[in-house]
C-alpha cells in the first residue's frame, strides 16, 4: 500500500500521462466551473466540457481500482491523507452524469448516475464518515410482483393515517438534519480552502479538508438518489406512453349482417304470416310499381287521362243534357226514378262490407 501512496503521482513510463491526481484536479475543475457558470448547461461547449471531464474521471477510476486504493478491512484512519480525495470519484462522475442533456438517453443516464452515488455512499459508510441511511440499490425490490403492488398503491387515493404521518415528519427531519450538516460543512471548507490551495497547510488540515468535502458529497447524494428515483418513475411511465402511442391501431371489426328475428311462436306460424312484426320488405318501391306497370293493374288516381277520354266524357253529358232539354220522356222518366230511388235508399245501401 505504500509502495503505491508513493507512486500515485509517478509515471511508470513516459505513456503513462497524464498522471492520476492530475486527472482528478482536471475532472473536479470541470465540475466546479459548469456549476458557476451562467451559460446554459444544454449548450455545446458545456456538452464538450462535461464530457470530457467524465472521460478523464473514469480513467482515474480505472487506476484508483487498480492501485487498490481501498479495501473494506482498513479503518477511516488507515487511509493517507493524500488518497482521501479519491474517495470523491464515484460522487464527480454521479454528478457530471446528471449534467448530460440527452433525452434519447435520459433513463440510461441518471440510472447510471445513481449507481455513481449509491457506490460512493456504500464506501463512505463502510468507513464511518458519518451517519445516514443508505438507499436501497439500484433495481430493488426488482420482482414484478412488488413493482405492481407499488403500481396499485400510488393509484389509490391518498390516504392520510398516524403511521404516515410520522414518515413524513421523519423524513422531513433527515432534510433538516443534511441541510444543516451541508451548511456547517460548507462553511468549514470556505475557511481552510485557501491554506489547502496555497500548499502551504499542515497534513491535518488537508485531511479535514478532503474529509469535509467527502461529507459534504454524502448529504448532496443522498438528496441526488431521492431525485433520481422520481425521475426515473416518470421516465418509465413516459416511455410506456410513447410504446402504446407508438402500436398501431387495431383495424375496425365488422360485424356480419345481422339474420332478421322471427317474432311468431313457431316456425309454421313464421311460414303462414311472416317474419313477424315489422313484417320484412321483398321488394324496393321501384320493383313494385314496375311489376304493376306491366300487369296494368296501377292505379289511376293522380294519374291524368287522355285527351280521349275526356272527349268523351263531355260527349256523354252534353247528350243527357239534350234529351232532357228536348224533353226525351226516357231520359226523363230514369232522372225519375233515379230521383225516387234516393229518396227510399240512403247512402251506402247495398255496401255490405259497411252493414248499412
Request: glycine content about 4%; cysteine-free; aromatic content about 6%.
Amino acid at each position: 500500500m505504500a509502495a503505491a501512496e508513493s507512486n500515485l503521482d509517478k509515471p511508470k513510463s513516459d505513456a503513462e500521462s497524464p498522471k492520476l491526481s492530475e486527472l482528478l484536479d482536471s475532472g473536479w475543475k470541470a465540475l466546479d466551473e459548469v456549476d458557476s457558470t451562467n451559460e446554459p448547461t444544454g449548450s455545446h461547449p458545456i456538452q464538450v466540457k462535461i464530457k470530457r471531464a467524465i472521460l478523464q474521471l473514469e480513467e482515474a477510476s480505472r487506476m484508483a481500482t487498480q492501485l487498490d486504493l481501498f479495501s473494506r478491512n482498513e479503518e477511516l484512519e488507515e487511509i493517507a491523507t493524500a488518497d482521501l480525495k479519491y474517495l470523491l470519484l464515484p460522487a464527480l462522475l454521479g454528478a457530471l452524469t446528471m449534467k448530460q442533456v440527452n433525452l434519447a438517453q435520459r433513463l440510461e443516464q441518471v440510472r447510471k448516475a445513481r449507481v455513481y452515488f449509491w457506490d460512493f455512499l456504500k464506501r463512505s459508510q463502510d468507513y464511518d464518515i458519518m451517519k445516514f441511511e443508505l438507499p436501497k440499490p439500484a433495481g430493488e425490490p426488482s420482482d414484478e410482483a412488488a413493482d405492481e403492488a407499488a403500481e396499485e398503491l400510488s393509484s389509490r387515493p391518498p390516504t392520510t393515517n398516524t403511521s404516515d404521518l410520522i414518515a413524513m415528519a421523519v423524513r422531513r427531519q433527515a432534510k433538516i438534519e443534511r441541510y444543516k450538516q451541508k451548511k456547517e460543512t460548507e462553511a468549514k471548507l470556505s475557511e481552510i480552502k485557501a491554506a489547502v490551495d496555497s500548499g502551504q497547510a499542515e497534513d491535518e488540515i488537508v485531511r479535514d479538508f478532503y474529509l469535509l468535502n467527502v461529507r459534504r458529497w454524502v448529504s448532496i447524494a443522498v438528496e441526488e438518489i431521492e431525485s433520481i428515483d422520481q425521475e426515473i418513475e416518470i421516465l418509465k411511465r413516459m416511455e410506456g406512453l410513447k410504446k402504446n402511442a407508438a402500436q398501431p391501431s387495431r383495424a375496425p371489426h365488422h360485424r356480419p349482417p345481422m339474420k332478421p328475428f322471427i317474432l311468431t311462436k313457431d316456425a309454421v306460424q313464421a311460414r303462414v304470416f311472416g317474419a313477424g312484426y315489422p313484417s320484412l320488405p321483398t321488394m324496393t318501391v321501384d320493383d313494385w310499381y314496375e311489376q304493376h306497370r306491366k300487369q296494368g293493374i296501377l292505379p289511376d288516381q293522380g294519374i291524368p287521362r287522355s285527351a280521349a277520354d275526356l272527349d268523351s266524357e263531355e260527349r256523354e253529358k252534353e247528350e243527357k243534357e239534350r234529351q232532357i232539354e228536348n224533353d226525351d220522356e226516357e231520359a226523363l222518366q230514369k232522372a225519375r226514378d233515379w230521383d225516387n230511388w234516393k229518396d227510399t235508399h240512403r247512402r251506402g245501401y247495398g255496401n255490405r262490407k259497411n252493414m248499412g
